[in-house]
């Protein structure tokens, strides 16, 4: 065991990349790595969303909060987040968020003159810095773009108005659902199925079609030619046992193998649009770094290191 | 406990069970003037403080979208005749939000009769009531972290609410596992279904069914699996704290559910009877008192606050402030957990705790009287306070003092023994010494 290091060196392979969509390999490590990785993209990534709402006038239908509340929920664009100050531990303003360093205000006057109903939108939001502005969901959603006005606040009738200013802040996910950078973050084990073709081939075509039927997902197939069973997609399995159950059910146990690569996840992370899917998987790495870091750092970790020995060097990346 | 849930914190917080309650106050003016006949008054704020002056606008009316807290005045009276200006101050354990305010212009001259409309935020909290539409009725007992939820491998979803299995073999609420499972296949197929009783939800509407079986559930989980869902409508979750599978699949599905009306903001009183409880019990172990009779009629229980005049035990009633009833259950439970000193703490120190003269020549507890010292008048005149002379206590019966001991009783008791007493009937007390006697 002398001088042996646990250490591993997981990889990650992209498979597909779209601006709010990524999904990839991740390679040679454990459950806890990857679902580290999936609770910091969901929760710990810093974004920007609106925290103190001053309401001017509201004569509209919806009361205050309602309105606080629907502000908040609105998407702004975050790439800035990563380099903001939390309000809290910000030094230039006493944390009252007030200072470029950690808020982003925002100023919203609507009034409706006509008699058609005015849609008050994310649009209407006028910020006082151009990078951080409401995710601009036009281009993306595939409708015509003069159609598309963002994301709706509130809607005026004749004469109601609507006058706020806004303050947007740096937040986590474990805060409040709003500052959550992700819409949809999920991890699979890549599954490895062994066919034992010597019982595949004792079954009748039929047996063989009812085999493949089974399962919901299109994970099996019959090749035309041969007539024989093959795996088309493997990670369309679900780990639902629904082929298991059929093979017991046709009195052939052991007809296929299932089991899932312990150190092989695939990933798909969906981002609400606040940053690029991609960047937040790189600021999840980055953040689990930093907390890894911090347990590095402690003195705790310095006084376990007596206790754990070789363990302890291992731990701190030795 | 029993039928209790877990919500989504951050479905919650993005909106999800919201609500408000309205609610009016109605002020009237000459209503108040006419009962009371004490002249007009007007709604005008006072000039001289101006503390209240954040909460009332210069009509003596409170701004709308203002928040009031419980204790904050928020309408101000004037009477013209005493030329005194009243807050009208708002009650409760929870700030309010003034929604809007009417006036009723039908008396021209000045303003007689406001309706004062106050929003209460009512957004989930542990202990609110949720319901589906098949009587599955439950209690938030968490908000759990939607990181820590279990999720799906194959789509990620979350659950926003996840309730207990067992709440569906005694109760047989079929409806509500087929409105789960219909509400899947008709959301991935983004049309409704038809849940006419005694009639096939998705058959063609010729007649020819598509499915063999004639059941609709058979029917619905043929379509799910075309769907690549599992037929019975389990998924695989995956643990949201550790990553790993969980060891069984897991029913889910879209239910429609509401918000009961029952939440906890309402039904304070609980809360502060538990606190309470530990208090006293606390306060129990460190200074443990002489044991008396216990008797076991004991009725609500509370440290401090009105008390029946009959009992000298705590009211029942939350409007009243009363207490929660300790009863013959929760007793028996005590006991079998041996915890005497707290059950004793519930049902006689906080409860009805009384020190009793009772005559041991007699065994009375209704004869004892007390004697008015004599000297106390000449001791006041001299100028000297009044020594806290020991209570002098005789048996009227027995004409004497000599017996005279004090037992601690509840006072339920010495009611008893009153009542006894107006039947006809005698009641002794055999006093002895030490334990067991």
Same mark, same amino acid.
């Given at each position: ?58 004569? @509209? ?152 039927? @089974? ?104 | ?30 209503? /108040? ?39 904050? *005045? ?6 013209? %005749? ?13 700030? %309010? ?44 007992? /968490? ?68 499915? !063999? ?62 606190? $309470? ?6 306060? /129990? ?17 509370? $440290? ?59 065994? $009375? ?12 008048? %000449?001791?006041?005149? $001299? ?9 002098? %206590?005789?048996?009227?019966?027995? /004409?004497?003092? !000599? ?17 006894? *007493? ?16």
């Amino acid at each position: 065991m002398d001088g042996a290091s646990y250490q591993r060196f997981p990889k990650i392979r992209i498979r597909e990349m779209k601006d709010d969509y990524v999904k990839f390999e991740l390679r040679d490590t454990d459950a806890s790595m990857a679902n580290a990785l999936r609770r910091v993209m969901l929760v710990e990534v810093p974004t920007i969303a609106i925290d103190l709402v001053e309401i001017e006038v509201n004569s @509209s239908v919806l009361n205050d909060e309602f309105i606080a509340h629907r502000l908040g929920l609105i998407p702004l664009t975050s790439e800035r987040a990563m380099n903001m100050r939390f309000s809290r531990d910000c030094d230039a303003c006493d944390g009252d968020g007030q200072c470029e360093f950690c808020s982003v205000e925002f100023h919203l006057r609507a009034k409706c003159m006509t008699d058609q109903t005015l849609d008050v939108t994310s649009k209407d939001l006028i910020s006082s810095d151009h990078t951080v502005i409401p995710v601009d969901f036009s281009d993306s959603a595939g409708f015509d773009s003069s159609e598309q006005r963002g994301i709706i606040i509130v809607k005026l009738r004749r004469g109601q108005e609507l006058r706020l200013r806004a303050i947007a802040r740096k937040g986590i996910g474990k805060d409040h659902a709003k500052w959550s950078p992700a819409a949809t973050v999920t991890f699979m084990y890549e599954p490895e199925i062994h066919i034992n073709e010597d019982l595949m081939e004792s079954l009748t075509l039929d047996e063989k079609r009812g085999f493949v039927e @089974s399962s919901p997902t299109k994970v099996f197939d019959i090749d035309p030619n041969t007539h024989q069973v093959v795996v088309v997609d493997r990670e369309a399995y679900t780990y639902d046992d629904e082929v298991l159950k059929k093979a017991e059910a046709m009195g052939k146990p052991g007809l296929v193998e299932i089991y899932a690569k312990e150190d092989n996840f695939i990933f798909t992370v969906e981002s609400t649009g606040v940053i690029k899917a991609s960047q937040l998987v790189l600021n999840a790495i980055e953040i689990l770094k930093q907390k890894l870091d911090a347990v590095r750092l402690s003195e705790d970790t310095v006084e376990a290191d007596d206790q754990f020995g070789e363990l302890g060097a291992h731990m701190r990346g030795g | 406990m029993e039928d209790a849930m877990i919500l989504n914190k951050s479905s919650v917080e993005r909106g999800m069970f919201h609500g408000q309650i309205y609610q009016t106050e109605t002020i009237d003016l000459s209503e /108040q003037s006419r009962k009371s006949d004490r002249g007009r008054s007007s709604f005008r704020r006072t000039v001289t403080d101006k503390s209240t002056h954040s909460h009332i606008d210069a009509d003596g009316l409170p701004y709308v979208g203002q928040m009031i807290c419980p204790g904050d *005045a928020y309408c101000s009276i004037y009477n013209e %005749v005493t030329n005194m200006t009243r807050n009208m101050v708002k009650k409760g354990t929870e700030p %309010v939000y003034v929604d809007y305010v009417a006036v009723d212009v039908k008396n021209k001259k000045n303003l007689q009769k406001v309706n004062i409309r106050f929003r209460h935020p009512r957004n989930p909290v542990i202990g609110d009531k949720f319901s589906s539409r098949h009587g599955q009725k439950g209690v938030c007992s /968490q908000l759990w972290p939607d990181v820590d939820m279990p999720f799906s491998g194959t789509t990620g979803m979350r659950p926003d609410l996840v309730i207990n299995p067992h709440a569906f073999p005694s109760r047989m609420t079929i409806a509500m596992l087929i409105e789960s499972i219909a509400a899947k296949v008709g959301s991935l197929n983004g049309e409704f279904i038809d849940a006419t009783p005694f009639a096939s939800s998705v058959a063609d509407p010729n007649g020819d069914s598509t499915c !063999e079986s004639e059941l609709l559930v058979d029917q619905i989980g043929s379509r799910l699996k075309k769907h690549g869902f599992n037929y019975h409508g389990v998924e695989v979750l995956y643990s949201g704290f550790y990553g790993t599978e969980l060891p069984c699949a897991i029913f889910i599905g879209p239910v429609y559910y509401q918000r009961l009306r029952h939440m906890v903001s309402d039904k304070f009183q609980a809360r502060y009877f538990i606190i $309470s409880l530990l208090f006293a019990y606390i306060h /129990q172990v460190l200074c443990p008192v002489n044991q008396g009779l216990s008797i076991l009629n004991v009725f609500q229980v509370r $440290s401090t606050g009105t008390v029946d005049q009959v009992t000298r035990q705590p009211i029942k009633g939350r409007k009243k402030g009363g207490g929660i009833r300790f009863g013959e259950m929760e007793r028996d439970s005590m006991l079998a957990h041996g915890a005497a000193y707290l059950l004793h703490d519930r049902l006689h120190t906080c409860s009805d705790y009384h020190v009793a003269d009772v005559c041991s020549l007699c065994g $009375s507890i209704l004869t004892t009287t007390f004697i008015q010292p004599q000297q106390r008048l %000449v001791r006041e005149i $001299s100028g000297l306070p009044p020594p806290r002379a020991a209570k002098k %206590v005789m048996c009227q019966s027995c /004409q004497t003092n !000599e017996g005279m001991e004090t037992v601690a009783m509840p006072y339920v008791f010495r009611y008893l023994a009153a009542e006894l *007493a107006a039947m006809n009937i005698k009641m002794t007390l055999h006093l002895g010494h030490g334990a067991g006697a």
